[in-house]
């Protein structure tokens, strides 16, 4: 495969780029620690996700100018935490984040269910539609825990703050529906935001994933 084929193919399936590169985040975000440079290498794999998200739904309606803004905003006031920590700077980060992954699910989702037929990258949108929940839940649990230092409590160091790897896993568990593991929110506010979470995750496997596999059957059947 040459390169312009390559190219070509990677306009033709954005999501499934954008899933693709998802899952090495959730591979690489363990060893990118607290230091400056495993932070700044977080934060600009972080970006790479964000131009991704628009990438995949920059041919949908909507103002794509506004949302590179918020996505270069969000990205910004993370990169400006790392060299002046500020709880303040930390909080409209994670609001700006949580705000722009699920614009960019709800415009996936738009994708997915706008017609009955079926495409390849629709499939691959489904996986990175999961993701992008996850994110976005996941700096969701990162504003909370900014607002109420404690709020998430884990079996080992229970006291300390939960770091980004912890709070995704605890959106992809919580999401997936396959429980809260290690990581428990003790308080209301906290588990009010599980609990639309958890919500969400059975909404999307009995509206989206139900909807997709029936009519990707007919097809299937329709084929034969």
Not at 40 to 56: K, N
Not at 193 to 207: C, D, I, N, P, R
Request: charged share 10%.
């Amino acid at each position: 495969m040459n390169l312009r084929v390559a190219v070509d193919q990677i306009r033709r399936h954005p999501s499934a780029v954008l899933l693709a590169v998802q899952l090495i985040g959730v591979l690489i975000y363990p060893y990118m620690d607290d230091s400056t440079p495993g932070r700044l290498a977080f934060e600009t794999f972080g970006l790479l996700v964000l131009l991704l998200a628009v990438l995949s739904v920059r041919e949908l309606p909507g103002p794509t100018w506004f949302v590179v803004s918020l996505a270069g905003a969000a990205a910004g006031l993370a990169i400006v935490d790392i060299f002046w920590h500020n709880v303040a700077v930390q909080a409209v980060s994670a609001v700006l984040h949580a705000i722009f992954y699920f614009w960019a699910t709800a415009t996936l989702l738009g994708y997915m269910l706008r017609d009955r037929k079926v495409t390849t990258d629709e499939l691959f949108a489904v996986g990175a539609t999961f993701t992008l929940v996850a994110w976005g839940f996941a700096y969701l649990f990162l504003l909370l825990q900014i607002l109420q230092p404690g709020c998430f409590i884990a079996a080992v160091n229970s006291a300390d703050p939960r770091t980004w790897t912890e709070l995704l896993f605890l959106s992809f568990t919580t999401l997936s529906s396959t429980g809260l593991s290690d990581i428990i929110p003790i308080t209301a506010q906290a588990r009010s935001v599980v609990m639309l979470e958890q919500l969400a995750g059975l909404g999307y496997v009995a509206l989206v994933v139900s909807r997709l596999v029936a009519l990707t059957t007919l097809r299937t059947r329709g084929d034969t």
